[in-house]
C-alpha cells in the first residue's frame, strides 16, 4: 500500500518518498504519469485495479473522451477530481482495502 502522504506546489510525497511533476499511484509503484493522453500503464494494470481516480489540479477539469472510454474499456471506473479531493479520497479507499489507483496533476 502506497499512501499519499502530502503535496505542494509540483510535488507529491508518497509512502515517505517526494515525486515531482504529475504522477500515478498504482498497485505496484509510483509511475511518472504523461497526462491525458497516458492510459498505458492503467490498462495493464487493469487487472488490479477497479477505480482510477485523477487528480486535476487546484481546479476540476473533465476528461478526455478518448482517456476515458479507454479506460472504460478496460473495466476501470474513472472519476475527476481536484488533486487535493482524489489524495484524499484515494488514502480513505486504499485503507478500505480498495482495488484503487490514482492519477495526480501537481496543484
Do not use: K
Request: glycine share 14%; aromatic share 6%; proline share 6%.
Amino acid at each position: 500500500m502506497l499512501p499519499i502522504d502530502g503535496y505542494g506546489p509540483g510535488f507529491f510525497r508518497i509512502s515517505g518518498e517526494v515525486h515531482n511533476g504529475m504522477v500515478a499511484v498504482l498497485p505496484t509503484g509510483v509511475v511518472g504519469w504523461g497526462g491525458m493522453d497516458d492510459s498505458g500503464e492503467f490498462r495493464a494494470a487493469s487487472d488490479q485495479i477497479d477505480l482510477l481516480l485523477v487528480g486535476t489540479g487546484a481546479e476540476a477539469q473533465q476528461l478526455t473522451g478518448h482517456f476515458r472510454n479507454t479506460l472504460t474499456a478496460c473495466r476501470i471506473d474513472v472519476e475527476a477530481m481536484p488533486t487535493p479531493a482524489a489524495c484524499r479520497t484515494y488514502n480513505v479507499l486504499l485503507a478500505e482495502g480498495r482495488r484503487v489507483a490514482v492519477a495526480l496533476m501537481p496543484v
